[in-house]
């Protein structure tokens, strides 16, 4: 049975998480993300994976596409109860991690507009790599990583991370997975933070109806898919 973890239990452990670290960050609370900062996450959330993912860029994806498309599959994830926000003490969203169980969320069920289909097939092959059997509360997967440009460069999102896995660890979730497109997330979880990718996808390589709507991007080449025990 999964174990839901009390708000207060969540501020001690994000307080005994920034005294073990020694995060310079030490004014931001990690709580789990509820309804008060869904809006202000929300907006953090689309404009960072607008104007800073290459997948979006390639797609020529606007903030108000991006919005219309995003809002429901977002909300189901935040309603799953295991998203984490980062806020600091005057309250301001300083970041966000969506996570969801990917026993729910593997294949997409919403209707996807033509300029989302090719970077939904791109997931979807990606994820389809993953060969682990797996029920419902085993695997969590981190959908969505943004941090406001304020606290750039700071341990946020290592810290977020943290704070999130030994959320899913007293969950009873065995394995995390995430999608990562960056140069930044990809070193990050491999290289810090010991992360092994199970599966990747050159995205000179990916076609999707006869095109390669990802062949411009070289930085980095790939999509990985990487996996942790917990």
């Known amino acids: 049975m999964q174990k839901r973890l009390h708000k207060t239990d969540w501020w001690v452990f994000s307080r005994a998480l920034t005294e073990m670290t ?3 960050t030490d004014k931001i609370e990690i709580i789990t993300l509820r309804d ?6 929300f907006e953090l959330a ?15 994806v606007t903030l108000l596409e991006y919005c219309d498309y995003l809002r429901p ?15 600091d003490s005057s309250g301001e969203v300083m970041g966000c991690l969506i ?11 919403q209707k996807t507009p033509d300029k989302f289909k090719p970077l939904v097939a791109l997931t979807e092959a990606l994820t ?6 797996f029920a419902r509360g085993e695997v969590m997967l981190a959908d969505m990583a943004a941090v406001a440009q304020t606290a ?14 030994a959320h899913a660890r007293m969950r009873g979730f065995r394995f995390i997975l995430s999608e990562l497109s960056s140069v930044r997330t990809q070193h990050v979880l491999l290289n810090k ?13 990916f076609e999707h109806e006869g095109k390669r709507p990802f062949a411009a991007i070289d930085s980095p080449p790939s999509l990985i898919l990487s996996e942790c025990m917990l």
Do not use: P
Request: net charge positive.
């Open 22 to 24: 020694g995060s310079k």
């Open 36 to 41: 008060l900062h869904f809006a202000q996450s």
């Open 46 to 60: 689309t404009d960072v994976f607008v104007h800073g993912s290459s997948l979006h860029k390639a797609l020529g």
């Open 73 to 87: 599959s977002f909300a189901a994830m935040v309603d799953e109860g295991l998203s984490t926000v980062a806020v």
């Open 99 to 109: 996570w969801a169980d990917f026993f729910n969320h593997r294949y997409s069920s």
């Open 128 to 133: 389809a790599k993953y060969t682990r059997s």
């Open 152 to 165: 750039a460069g700071q341990g946020l999102y290592q810290r977020m991370r943290l704070a999130a896995e």
């Open 193 to 205: 933070m010991g992360h092994k990718a199970v599966a990747e996808i050159a995205f000179a390589q």
